[in-house]
């Protein structure tokens, strides 16, 4: 099991790592997608979808979409977000501030917006 950040979803706590070099690259259009503004809720989570789902199986290879969708309410899917975000070393945007960078150096940064309103706290594992 890869170390990443836990939280909680449905009485489980799941650790949630950092992504591999090779789904980053293969994600990129998707984090890219994230900055732009969503319709609708709706919208915000089929951008969100693939991104959450890889992380979650990098460490647990059989859940599905359907069982993390089932996992996840609007304060988790926050707080998933936000794990993941900060395990790949992006800082996700505060009021009023344009787009985060990516928080490693040397890397390009990309813009990635905050999904939803703030949810419970994470906390690293050691």
Known sequence: MFKGTQIELGGETYTVPPLSLETLEELEPQFQQLAAPAAN????????????????????????EAKLRALLDLPSLNLAVD????????RMAKPGESAPV????????????????????????P
Request: no cysteine; charged share 15%.
């Open 102 to 125: 990516q928080e490693s150096t040397g890397a390009g940064s990309t813009a990635i917006s905050s999904p939803l309103p703030a949810g419970p706290s994470i906390t690293s594992e």
């Open 83 to 90: 794990a993941i975000m900060r395990a790949n070393g992006f």
């Open 41 to 64: 809720l709706k919208e915000r989570v089929q951008r969100l979808m693939p991104i959450l789902l890889a992380s979650f199986q990098r460490n647990y290879p059989e859940i599905t």
